[in-house]
T-cell receptor, first 112, second 117 residues
Framework: QKEVEQDPGPLSVPEGAIVSLNCTYSNSAFQYFMWYRQYSRKGPELLMYTYSSGNKEDGRFTAQVDKSSKYISLFIRDSQPSDSATYLCAMSPRAAGNKLTFGGGTRVLVKP | DAGVTQSPTHLIKTRGQQVTLRCSPKSGHDTVSWYQQALGQGPQFIFQYYEEEERQRGNFPDRFSGHQFPNYSSELNVNALLLGDSALYLC????????????????FGPGTRLTVL
């Protein structure tokens, strides 16, 4: 069993819809949680960073962490075709600058 | 502000050969991590360099080695290439503060796509 599980998708939504992504994990030592966006044949781009449990909002993006359930989520409001990409969750037990453990990524397609 | 840069962009090698990939960190960053991303998978941590020393290592064989130079740039070397080494190799840089926080997060380069035939 992988330490971090993520549905590979693809997840197809119409433009303007809310995109809901999530990851589950097994290592209770994870405390730092990140979401990266990766366009085809490009490197991952950091979207959101959260520490421990709670919510964080940044523009159209909201990240949620529920450590008791070992479950994290990313919501994208008012989705745009430019949001079409693969979304990767990543986690670290100590600090975000240390070894990151990634999920397999969810491919998202936003249709105009 | 220059981000993380990697070279070359693409590389084709044959089994048994050796390869060297290069990375220049984002301006102001002093820590470099390397990841391997197979097609359709998430990145897997290879190792991390700080102050020219390997600080952390993932579950990769000794065929994978690295180096960090005084200017913080880094190289990843892979010996005795196998078909399974075909992947996108990502370099990520960060600034070590000793404290947890957003400034400690990792920023990725565009990657080097290695194909082993």
């Amino acid at each position: 069993q992988k330490e971090v599980e993520q549905d590979p998708g693809p997840l197809s939504v119409p433009e303007g819809a809310i995109v809901s992504l999530n990851c589950t994990y097994s290592n209770s030592a994870f405390q730092y949680f990140m979401w990266y966006r990766q366009y085809s044949r490009k490197g991952p781009e950091l979207l959101m960073y959260t520490y421990s449990s709670g919510n964080k909002e940044d523009g159209r993006f909201t990240a949620q962490v529920d450590k008791s359930s070992k479950y994290i989520s990313l919501f994208i409001r008012d989705s745009q075709p430019s949001d079409s990409a693969t979304y990767l969750c990543a986690m670290s037990p100590r600090a975000a600058g240390n070894k990151l453990t990634f999920g397999g990524g969810t491919r998202v397609l936003v249709k105009p | 502000d220059a981000g993380v840069t990697q070279s070359p962009t693409h590389l084709i090698k044959t089994r048994g050969q050796q390869v060297t990939l290069r990375c220049s960190p984002k301006s102001g960053h002093d820590t470099v991590s390397w990841y391997q991303q197979a097609l359709g998978q998430g990145p897997q941590f290879i190792f991390q360099y700080y102050e020219e020393e390997e600080r952390q290592r993932g579950n990769f064989p000794d065929r994978f080695s690295g180096h960090q130079f005084p200017n913080y740039s880094s190289e990843l070397n892979v010996n005795a290439l196998l078909l399974g080494d075909s992947a996108l190799y990502l370099c990520a840089s960060s600034f070590y503060t000793g404290l947890a926080g957003p400034t400690d997060t990792q920023y990725f380069g565009p990657g080097t796509r290695l194909t082993v035939l």
